[in-house]
């Protein structure tokens, strides 16, 4: 991590213009997001580096760009300093193994919202999860919102960002993971044993765990929904799993 952004606010990493944009690249600086409006010239020289570093660049309107620099000249082009660096799906199962303890672990199928994230993250922190995994598009990120709403649990918890979540669900099951998905058409979530290997998916605000990662998923549990409102927001949901999870296993350690 380039050592100016480690010491920074994370609120304030937030780099404006063409020049220090590119800058910021060429010097290996901590940048989680690029937004973009335009193309030609140096803003097409940015993206190029920012794809040979594996970052997500957005398109926008300027109307965004002024919002995030403050007003600030832009010239097209902002990046979002992450507050935290990206792990590997590795390094997630390194946790466990170190640990001495089955792997749990959280997936996050496209949670958007930045404060869902980061109380996702914080509620993660307290229940003792390994790590959270989320997808590089359609997710919010590790920004300065989920920093401040995870109260800083996202310094203590790992987070993989990866480009095909399926293909890291594939990967946890090499590694004995089993996936619980969560949804209205799964088992009551308190008759379901997850005191053994396991990673919790979570589905977005709207739509919940997409098809494509339902089907990748071993077992589908539910929670109990006995008013008129039939979901929970998904930072919420997640936490009421975590904890059971954490109960089993403090249950079956004593």
């Not at 794809?51 to 010239?75: F, M, N, R, W």
């Not at 765990?209 to 549990?221: A, E, G, N, T, Y």
């Amino acid at each position: 991590m380039n050592k100016d952004m480690k010491n920074q606010d994370p609120a304030e990493n937030i780099i404006a213009g063409r020049n220090p944009v590119t800058e910021a690249l060429r010097s290996g600086a901590n940048i989680d997001t690029i937004y973009i409006c335009g193309s030609g010239g140096s803003l097409e020289l940015i993206r190029r580096l920012a794809k040979e570093k594996d970052i997500v660049v957005k398109d926008t309107q300027d109307k965004k760009l002024s919002q995030l620099s403050g007003g600030a000249s832009h010239q097209g082009v902002v990046a979002v300093g992450a507050c935290a660096e990206y792990v590997s799906l590795s390094d997630i199962l390194q946790v466990s193994k170190n640990k001495g303890t089955q792997p749990f672990i959280i997936i996050c199928d496209e949670i958007e919202d930045p404060h869902n994230l980061g109380a996702i993250i914080r509620t993660a922190e307290t229940a003792g999860a390994d790590g959270i995994i989320i997808p590089k598009r359609r997710s919010a990120s590790l920004n300065a919102t989920v920093y401040k709403t995870s109260a800083g649990a996202v310094s203590y918890v790992p987070v993989a960002r990866v480009t095909n979540l399926a293909a890291a669900i594939d990967e946890l099951k090499d590694n004995g993971v089993w996936i619980y998905g969560t949804d209205a058409s799964g088992t009551s979530y308190t008759s379901t044993d997850f005191t053994g290997s396991c990673a919790l998916v979570i589905g977005s605000e709207g739509f919940g765990i997409s098809r494509l990662i339902q089907k990748k998923c071993d077992f589908m549990v539910k929670l109990p929904m006995l008013g008129k409102i039939n979901s929970l927001n998904a930072s919420v949901a997640a936490g009421i799993f975590m904890y059971e999870v954490l109960r089993q296993r403090s249950a079956s350690n004593n």
